[in-house]
């Protein structure tokens, strides 16, 4: 089956810096990418739809000015917490999906764990 | 808009059987996906119904209505390692996004 990787695992970092997270399609091409954001005991609360070579769409009440991602190939997206504090300690999930299919079907990568102290 | 309703939580006796039902609402209909997640771990894909009936996988099968917008996902055989959980998902194809609702927490018990 397709696989997606994410990069870092896990993070932590101090409060007001930057951390980039990549998002990888290892097998297949993914015109479309998703960032999903999961607090202990909640659900998958999708951020943004990440698209190659344009702006990515994202959901109501996510910043984008603090969320930034880039989708500059059809296997890579990064997202980027610019700024950290706190209350961005979270599960950072990305997706990718399938070429438009029978299943059109979402991968997810692993998830990454950032801490911000 | 779209909307998804499942039950919060399930608990069931290990060896046994269970049913997690999903009902949705949304603006254009492709199937139905079901996804599991461990406590931790990221979700995984479980199964997909484009049509409708009933897909089965294992001890895994899912079952879809589209007239009723309902659908099911039905575990057997149950094991202390199903314990997580459980996510129905509309597609609504192409591009579009899937909204995932707040999930079925299963747990098994000896």
């Not at chain 1, 005991?41 to 344009?54: F, I, R």
């Not at chain 2, 895994?60 to 997580?84: H, P, V």
């Amino acid at each position: 089956g397709a696989v997606v990787s994410q990069h870092p695992s896990w993070v932590i970092c101090k409060s007001g810096t930057s951390v980039k997270i990549e998002c990888r399609s290892l097998d297949f091409q993914a015109t479309t990418m998703f960032w999903y954001r999961q607090f202990p005991k909640q659900s998958l609360m999708l951020m943004a739809t990440s698209n190659e070579g344009s702006k990515a769409t994202y959901e109501q009440g996510v910043e984008k000015d603090k969320f930034l991602i880039n989708h500059a190939s059809l296997t890579l997206s990064t997202l980027t917490v610019t700024s950290a504090h706190p209350e961005d300690s979270s599960f950072y999930i990305c997706s990718a999906r399938d070429v438009p299919g029978s299943t059109d079907t979402q991968y997810f990568g692993p998830g990454t764990r950032l801490t911000v102290l | 808009g779209q909307s998804l309703e499942q039950p919060s939580e399930v608990t069931a006796v290990e060896g046994a059987i269970v049913q997690i039902n999903c009902t949705y609402q949304t603006s254009g209909f492709y199937g139905l996906s079901w996804y599991q997640q461990h406590d931790g771990g990221a979700p995984t894909f479980l199964s997909y119904n484009a049509l409708d009936g009933l897909e089965e996988t294992g001890r895994f099968s899912s079952f879809l209505s589209r007239s009723d917008s309902y659908g099911y996902l039905l575990l057997q055989e149950l094991q202390m390692k199903d314990s997580a959980s459980y996510f129905c998902a509309p597609n609504s194809g192409g591009y579009q996004k899937v909204t995932f609702g707040t999930g079925t927490k299963l747990q098994v018990i000896p």
